[in-house]
């Protein structure tokens, strides 16, 4: 069975600093890789996401994230944070063997200081 | 594109009592998901519907859940009776077909407590 690993609970960045929140996964097959973020009382609201090619993958907001299959990561990154970036932010990873369930990791709160 | 909708908002009851979420997805979305997240913890899927069948129930606890989409269109999401366990954000989502590339869309939940 497919699952996500988020290793920090939460990050810390000063505003106009680069920003990383990590993620790492197992899947049997395939990885299709998913970010989402929450806002509080929101939904989650869809990022950017790799299915196949090239390994950087840019998003909304100015949010990418890059692959990597040896390391099965897949690290959220912003070269500047906003204080408005401050939020929950989720991985999610899809393989594509089964029923194709999309799985979340628990989460990771991000807080960027002005 | 009208996003997911989900009722009600808010939601208190009583432990043992039943209680009923609604999720109208976004129109010609053939796979539907629920899912409960409690505090401090990511999503967990319930359940996962592609069109009016069910594709995986795996964590949905069957002796107090149930949900139906009946038409492959609205979903209902039921739980009977209540324990204080339960206390927890529904989120219900959306996405086009069931492939693996699709990213799903999430209403904004269904905040439950149990007292």
């Known amino acids: 069975a497919q699952s996500v690993a988020q290793p920090e609970d939460q990050v810390n960045v000063a505003e106009g600093n680069p920003l990383t929140v990590k993620c790492t996964y197992s899947v049997s097959g395939n990885p299709y890789l998913f970010w989402y973020v929450q806002y509080p009382n929101r939904g989650l609201q869809f990022l950017l996401k790799?299915?196949?090619?090239?390994?950087l993958v840019k998003g909304s907001y100015g949010f990418e994230a890059e692959f990597n299959k040896s390391q099965t990561s897949f690290h959220l990154k912003k070269p500047s944070a906003l204080v408005s970036d401050s939020a929950l932010y989720f991985c999610a990873v899809r393989d594509d063997t089964g029923f194709q369930k999309l799985v979340f990791g628990t989460g990771t709160r991000l807080l960027v200081s002005p | 594109e009208a996003g997911v909708a989900q009722s009600p908002r808010y939601k208190i009851i009583e432990k043992r009592q039943s209680v009923a979420f609604w999720c109208n997805p976004i129109?010609?979305?053939?796979?539907l998901y629920w899912y409960q997240q409690i505090l401090g913890q990511g999503p967990k899927l319930l359940i996962q519907?592609?069109?009016?069948?069910?594709?995986?129930d795996s964590q949905l606890p069957k002796d107090r859940f149930s949900a139906e989409r009946l038409k492959g269109v609205d979903s209902t999401l039921k739980i009977q009776p209540a324990k204080l366990e339960d206390s927890a954000v529904y989120l219900c989502?959306?996405?086009?077909?069931?492939?693996?590339?699709?990213?799903?869309?999430f209403g904004q939940g269904t905040r439950l407590t149990v007292v």
């Open positions: 790799y299915i196949t090619g090239d390994n």
């Open positions: 989502a959306s996405s086009a077909g069931q492939g693996m590339s699709t990213e799903a869309f």
């Open positions: 129109s010609g979305h053939a796979t």
């Open positions: 519907f592609q069109n009016n069948g069910v594709v995986d």
